[in-house]
């Protein structure tokens, strides 16, 4: 047999292969979705109508996944005790609990987390020494977190002290998770708290304070008072997040102690705006002086001015009174959201000039031009224009901003000239070594081939040229051979790779239910990302789309990136849009803002207008204004499934390890249903390059990036569909744009 026939004949034996697993596949799971209907239907029957026999034997056939059913009911339905024990009887006459404490103890991790996750429903007062002892024991944070789930949900006092010794010398993640998830425990939790309120150990106490969140009583807030604060860092940062949440009026007064340290007295400063009105002025102008806090109070200003417009005046009134340039300017900053406001209705526009100039000294006139850009009153204009001109010769950083973003009327009156917006200086950091390196392998990539055929031809007489046309075409059909060999070789252990990441992943998210997912503090809040450039025709479906996602906490910001056409007229009509004035909890360098938006009918839903300035552009202002942990961007025109965030940080909370970015998979929506931005039918299209589309998403996708990823080789993250932890961004600047 020839050597081209034995290797047609493998890749037919492959193909042959994949098309009986894929067959295989179907039917299985023809059959799986056949014996659920089947285990549902029977578990209906034991409960509403107390029909228990063919229960009992499809629960000992399939006990496992009975009881998974058996849990996804509990969540989504409520029965009475009594209805319930026949079933649980059932589930405990097969052994299946003592099955599933036994794997708590496997070597194997994923034991141990199916094994936490299954038995959530059979947890009572039999078995919770044996989960607190699991937790005592456990090393792995993501399954010790599936353990205080099932102590929680008990409610017995026991499983709380456990929960509570846990916290002794923990991780910060941990920490902060079991503490969300205090917050939300049942009733029982105050009878347990009182009765452990004397408790000198660390554990309880923070248990106790993260209750409070949720628990409000006058002894609970004497006892979160008594904490604020405590020698123990963990201790004194629950108790002042619970008082800042619940009981803010216990932190105002600590905001004038410069005795206080500094993390509380940043807190204190937030809840004076919040609970004072009228503010102390004169007593709050101290605090633009201490650098320590100088940030947070002009931040809690401008919250408070925004909250309490009628004192706009008095706060311009106050900065014109001040002697001190730095309580100057940190007035100036606090008003500058407000400044537009204050330039179009102020009976005195010149009042707004030291407010302009400390923005101006700051660095911060994105606010400015996109003000003078969208304003028709000369005079008005004139006005801002005449306090800008000094700076133009001072400040280049502005004269820059000015000549990249300023229109072209405003340029002329100005007297500066067009330029191109600054290109990023930032490169990929590449060592001399990185770069002798990667030079030689390009260098032998080439030389390779030429060398080789060269050795072929080192016998041919030059003379005869037939000879050599047939040496050059052997060789380029042997290295061809090659090549495609080697090529598709990668492929097929990429697919392996895959494959085995891919069956990871299902059996993962078969054993994760709702409930536990939508559990305080088990997922990571997400600020999802959509620039939108001329989108006009599908940025309300997708918005739709996006708003309509399954997830615990998560927020919507759209950013319209100046678009042309009516993009943001569409978005004003369709969410009722409000404009508001937010702060920054980030300053990455962006084009100008015109406006930020919200909608009252959706909270979770911020819009974002500015001027153009590209994609990454867009996302840095996004970025800049993102209030959860994660920061997820998409494309305006994405549509995501409604768990496509729950099975992306599936991944995130079974990793020991800090996890900086995740990818979702994309898929070309050619022929779906699609209705107002929700997917209702998923298939392949008719048309044959639509379906090679899929093909190569497919591949690209699943087959490419998941099996390098296992491999620890991933290169890259889709901007179509990419997680990013925001403090990793922020630390490296965000995206790369023009402005460096």
Same mark, same amino acid.
């Given at each position: 047999?020839?050597?081209?026939?034995?290797?047609?004949?493998?890749?037919?034996?492959?193909?042959?292969?994949?098309?009986?697993?894929?067959?295989?596949?179907?039917?299985?799971?023809?059959?799986?979705? *056949?014996?659920?209907?089947?285990?549902?239907?029977?578990?209906?029957?034991?409960?509403?109508?107390?029909?228990?026999?063919?229960?009992?034997?499809?629960?000992?056939?399939?006990?496992?996944?009975?009881?998974? =059913?058996?849990?996804?009911? %509990?969540?989504?339905?409520?029965?009475?005790?009594?209805?319930?024990?026949?079933?649980?009887?059932?589930?405990?006459?097969?052994?299946? #609990?003592?099955?599933?404490?036994?794997?708590?103890?496997?070597?194997?991790?994923? *034991?141990?987390?199916?094994?936490?996750?299954?038995?959530?429903?059979?947890?009572?007062? +039999?078995?919770?020494?044996?989960?607190? *002892?699991?937790?005592?024991?456990?090393? %792995?944070?993501?399954?010790?977190?599936?353990?205080?789930?099932?102590?929680?949900?008990?409610?017995?006092?026991?499983?709380?002290?456990?929960?509570?010794?846990?916290?002794?010398?923990?991780?910060?993640?941990?920490?902060?998770?079991?503490?969300?998830?205090?917050?939300?425990?049942?009733?029982?939790?105050?009878?347990?708290?009182?009765?452990?309120?004397?408790?000198?150990?660390?554990?309880?106490?923070?248990?106790? =304070?993260?209750?409070? *969140?949720?628990?409000?009583?006058?002894?609970?807030?004497?006892?979160?008072?008594?904490?604020? @604060?405590?020698?123990?860092?963990?201790?004194?940062?629950?108790?002042?997040?619970?008082?800042?949440?619940?009981?803010? @009026?216990?932190?105002?007064?600590?905001?004038?102690?410069?005795?206080?340290?500094? /993390?509380?007295?940043?807190?204190?400063?937030?809840?004076?705006? %919040?609970?004072?009105?009228?503010?102390? =002025?004169?007593?709050?102008?101290?605090?633009?002086?201490?650098?320590? /806090?100088?940030?947070?109070?002009? #931040?809690?200003?401008?919250?408070?001015?925004?909250?309490?417009?009628?004192?706009?005046?008095?706060?311009?009134?106050?900065?014109? &009174?001040?002697?001190?340039?730095?309580?100057?300017?940190?007035?100036?900053?606090?008003?500058?959201?407000?400044?537009?406001?204050?330039?179009?209705?102020?009976?005195?526009?010149?009042?707004?000039?030291?407010?302009?100039?400390?923005?101006?000294?700051?660095?911060?006139?994105?606010?400015?031009?996109?003000?003078?850009?969208?304003?028709?009153?000369?005079?008005?204009?004139?006005?801002?224009?005449?306090?800008?001109?000094?700076?133009?010769?001072?400040?280049?950083?502005?004269?820059?901003?000015?000549?990249?973003?300023?229109?072209?009327?405003?340029?002329?009156?100005?007297?500066?000239?067009?330029?191109?917006?600054?290109?990023?200086?930032?490169?990929?950091?590449?060592? !001399? &070594?990185?770069?002798?390196?990667?030079?030689?392998?390009?260098?032998?990539?080439?030389?390779?081939?030429?060398?080789?055929?060269?050795?072929?031809?080192?016998?041919?007489?030059?003379?005869?040229?037939?000879?050599?046309? %047939?040496?050059?075409?052997?060789?380029?059909?042997?290295?061809?051979?090659?090549?495609?060999?080697?090529?598709?070789?990668?492929?097929?252990?990429?697919?392996?790779?895959?494959?085995? !990441?891919?069956?990871?992943?299902?059996?993962?998210?078969?054993?994760?239910?709702?409930?536990?997912?939508?559990?305080?503090?088990?997922?990571?809040?997400?600020?999802?990302?959509?620039?939108?450039?001329?989108?006009?025709?599908?940025?309300?479906? +997708?918005?739709?789309?996006?708003?309509?996602?399954?997830?615990?906490?998560?927020?919507?910001?759209?950013?319209?990136? $100046?678009?042309?056409?009516?993009?943001?007229?569409?978005?004003?009509?369709?969410?009722?849009?409000?404009?508001?004035?937010?702060?920054?909890?980030?300053?990455?360098?962006?084009?100008?803002?015109?406006?930020?938006?919200?909608?009252?009918?959706?909270?979770?839903?911020?819009?974002?207008?500015?001027?153009?300035?590209?994609?990454?552009?867009?996302?840095?202002?996004?970025?800049?204004?993102?209030?959860? #942990?994660?920061?997820?961007?998409?494309? +305006?025109?994405?549509?995501? @499934?409604?768990?496509?965030?729950?099975?992306?940080?599936?991944?995130?909370?079974?990793?020991?390890?800090?996890?900086?970015?995740?990818? $979702?998979?994309?898929?070309?929506?050619?022929?779906?249903?699609?209705?107002?931005?929700?997917?209702?039918?998923?298939?392949?299209?008719?048309?044959?390059?639509?379906?090679?589309?899929?093909?190569?998403?497919?591949?690209?996708?699943?087959?490419?990036?998941?099996?390098? +990823?296992?491999?620890?080789?991933?290169?890259?993250?889709?901007?179509?569909? $990419?997680?990013?932890?925001?403090?990793?961004?922020?630390?490296?600047?965000?995206?790369?744009?023009?402005? $460096?």
């Amino acid at each position: 047999m020839s050597t081209a026939l034995l290797i047609f004949s493998f890749f037919l034996f492959a193909n042959l292969v994949a098309l009986l697993f894929l067959f295989i596949g179907k039917a299985r799971g023809r059959a799986v979705h *056949k014996r659920v209907q089947l285990i549902r239907g029977a578990l209906s029957d034991a409960v509403l109508l107390g029909n228990i026999d063919r229960l009992k034997t499809l629960v000992s056939l399939h006990p496992e996944e009975a009881l998974l =059913l058996w849990r996804d009911m %509990r969540a989504s339905l409520t029965f009475n005790a009594a209805a319930m024990e026949p079933v649980q009887e059932i589930f405990r006459a097969t052994g299946i #609990e003592q099955r599933l404490i036994r794997l708590l103890h496997s070597p194997s991790a994923f *034991k141990r987390y199916r094994a936490a996750l299954v038995i959530r429903p059979l947890v009572s007062r +039999s078995n919770i020494d044996e989960i607190i *002892k699991s937790l005592e024991r456990e090393k %792995r944070e993501f399954i010790r977190l599936a353990l205080v789930k099932n102590l929680v949900d008990s409610g017995e006092q026991k499983a709380l002290d456990g929960i509570a010794r846990s916290l002794d010398r923990c991780s910060l993640g941990y920490f902060k998770s079991v503490r969300a998830m205090l917050a939300s425990a049942g009733p029982r939790f105050i009878g347990w708290a009182h009765s452990r309120a004397f408790s000198e150990d660390a554990g309880v106490k923070i248990a106790i =304070l993260a209750g409070a *969140k949720a628990h409000v009583t006058k002894w609970l807030k004497d006892y979160v008072k008594s904490h604020i @604060e405590h020698d123990d860092p963990r201790i004194r940062s629950t108790a002042l997040e619970s008082a800042e949440s619940v009981y803010p @009026e216990l932190l105002a007064e600590l905001a004038y102690e410069p005795a206080t340290d500094t /993390v509380s007295r940043r807190v204190a400063i937030r809840c004076l705006t %919040r609970i004072s009105y009228p503010l102390d =002025l004169e007593g709050f102008y101290p605090l633009f002086i201490d650098p320590s /806090v100088q940030d947070v109070a002009i #931040e809690a200003l401008a919250n408070y001015v925004s909250l309490h417009p009628e004192e706009l005046e008095r706060t311009v009134d106050g900065m014109h &009174a001040a002697d001190d340039p730095d309580i100057r300017r940190g007035l100036a900053l606090a008003l500058s959201q407000r400044l537009p406001y204050l330039l179009v209705s102020s009976e005195d526009p010149s009042r707004c000039k030291p407010i302009v100039e400390g923005m101006i000294e700051a660095g911060k006139s994105a606010v400015i031009i996109a003000f003078l850009n969208a304003n028709h009153n000369a005079a008005t204009e004139d006005l801002v224009l005449k306090w800008l001109k000094p700076y133009l010769e001072t400040q280049l950083a502005f004269r820059s901003e000015c000549a990249a973003y300023l229109n072209k009327e405003l340029r002329d009156t100005l007297g500066i000239e067009a330029h191109e917006r600054p290109k990023s200086t930032r490169k990929i950091p590449l060592t !001399k &070594a990185d770069r002798i390196g990667l030079s030689a392998v390009l260098a032998l990539i080439i030389l390779i081939p030429i060398a080789g055929i060269a050795l072929g031809l080192s016998g041919a007489t030059i003379g005869r040229t037939w000879i050599v046309a %047939r040496e050059v075409f052997r060789q380029f059909t042997w290295w061809f051979g090659f090549y495609a060999i080697s090529l598709n070789g990668i492929y097929i252990l990429l697919l392996v790779f895959a494959r085995n !990441k891919l069956m990871a992943q299902a059996a993962n998210w078969r054993l994760l239910d709702k409930e536990y997912l939508f559990t305080p503090g088990i997922l990571p809040s997400i600020s999802i990302l959509a620039p939108a450039y001329n989108e006009e025709k599908t940025v309300v479906q +997708s918005v739709h789309s996006l708003l309509t996602l399954e997830y615990p906490d998560f927020q919507v910001i759209v950013i319209n990136d $100046g678009s042309a056409d009516n993009t943001m007229d569409i978005l004003m009509r369709e969410f009722e849009l409000e404009r508001i004035d937010p702060a920054m909890s980030a300053m990455l360098p962006t084009a100008p803002i015109r406006g930020v938006y919200r909608s009252p009918r959706n909270a979770k839903l911020l819009v974002i207008d500015k001027e153009n300035g590209g994609k990454a552009d867009a996302l840095n202002t996004g970025i800049n204004l993102a209030r959860c #942990e994660y920061v997820c961007s998409i494309d +305006s025109d994405s549509l995501l @499934e409604p768990d496509a965030l729950l099975r992306m940080t599936a991944e995130i909370i079974t990793s020991d390890r800090e996890t900086i970015a995740v990818g $979702g998979n994309i898929l070309p929506v050619n022929g779906c249903t699609v209705e107002r931005g929700m997917l209702q039918t998923i298939a392949l299209s008719n048309n044959a390059l639509a379906g090679l589309q899929t093909i190569e998403y497919l591949r690209s996708f699943i087959a490419g990036r998941l099996g390098w +990823s296992s491999v620890n080789a991933l290169l890259i993250i889709s901007g179509a569909f $990419g997680l990013f932890r925001r403090d990793r961004v922020l630390e490296i600047g965000g995206y790369m744009t023009g402005h $460096g």
